[in-house]
Antibody, heavy 119, light 109 residues
C-alpha cells in the first residue's frame, strides 16, 4: 500500500497562494488519479480536484478559478496551488491517490496537513 | 452545484443493522453516479469503504455493503460493532465533478 505525506506551510496570509506537496512512498505508484480534498475544522469533506493520468484535470467549480493541481511522476509527487486565500480556506488538506485499475479514485489517503489563514 | 444529502446522525445498537442513505438535489442517485462511502474517525484521515456503488476496499469489513435503493445510494451495516462508531461520508460523481455529502455521525449504543 502506497503511503502519502502532505507537506507545506501551516500558516498562510490572506490573499496569498497556498502551495502543498504530496509525496508518495512504498508500494506501486501506478495510479490513474491524484486528488486533493479539504476539511474545514469541525466540518465535512470538500473535494478540491484531481489530475487524471492523461494529464487532464477536474476541479471543484467553486474553486476552479483559484486552483491548480499538477503531478511530477519523476519525483513521485503532486502538488496543489490555491490562490487568493481567505479565512474560509483554513482547513485540513488531504491528498489521495487512486489504484492501478482506474476504477478507484481514492485508494490511499495522506494523514492531512492543517492550514491556517491569518495575517 | 448539486447538493448531496445524508442523515446528520443515526444510532444503532451493537449487533444491529442500520442503513445510511445519500441523496442528490438533481434527482435519483444511480450507479452511473459511481457513489462512494468513506469512514472517518476523530483525528484520523478518511478511508474508503465502498466505491462505485458496491465495491469494497481490501480493508472493508464484510458487515458493510453498498447499494442503490429508492433513488439513493445506501450503506448498510449489518452486525454493528463498537469500532464502527464514526462519521460516514458519501460522494457522488456528476460527470467527473465530485461532491461529498455532509456526513452522518453514526453512534453505536
Amino acid at each position: 500500500q502506497v503511503q502519502l505525506q502532505e507537506s507545506g506551510p501551516g500558516l498562510v496570509k490572506p490573499s496569498e497562494t497556498l502551495s502543498l506537496t504530496c509525496t508518495l512512498s512504498g508500494g506501486s505508484f501506478n495510479t490513474y488519479y491524484w486528488s486533493w480534498i479539504r476539511q474545514s475544522p469541525g466540518k465535512g469533506l470538500e473535494w478540491i480536484g484531481y489530475v487524471y493520468y492523461s494529464g487532464s484535470t477536474n476541479y471543484n467549480p467553486s474553486l476552479k478559478s483559484r486552483v491548480v493541481i499538477s503531478v511530477d511522476t519523476s519525483r513521485n509527487q503532486f502538488s496543489l496551488k490555491l490562490s487568493s486565500l481567505t479565512a474560509a480556506d483554513a482547513a485540513v488538506y488531504y491528498c489521495a491517490v487512486g489504484d492501478s485499475s482506474g476504477y478507484l479514485i481514492f485508494d490511499s489517503w495522506g494523514q492531512g496537513t492543517l492550514v491556517t489563514v491569518s495575517s | 452545484q448539486a447538493v448531496v444529502t445524508q442523515e446528520p446522525s443515526l444510532t444503532v445498537s451493537p449487533g444491529g443493522t442500520v442503513t445510511l442513505t445519500c441523496g442528490s438535489s438533481t434527482g435519483a442517485v444511480t450507479s452511473g453516479h459511481y457513489p462512494y462511502w468513506f469512514q472517518q474517525k476523530p483525528g484520523q484521515a478518511p478511508r474508503t469503504l465502498i466505491y462505485n456503488t458496491s465495491n469494497k476496499h481490501s480493508w472493508t469489513p464484510a458487515r458493510f455493503s453498498g447499494s442503490v435503493l429508492g433513488g439513493k445510494a445506501a450503506l448498510t451495516l449489518s452486525g454493528a460493532q463498537p469500532e464502527d462508531e464514526a462519521e460516514y461520508y458519501c460522494l457522488v460523481s456528476y460527470s467527473g465533478a465530485l461532491v461529498f455529502g455532509g456526513g452522518t455521525k453514526l453512534t453505536v449504543l
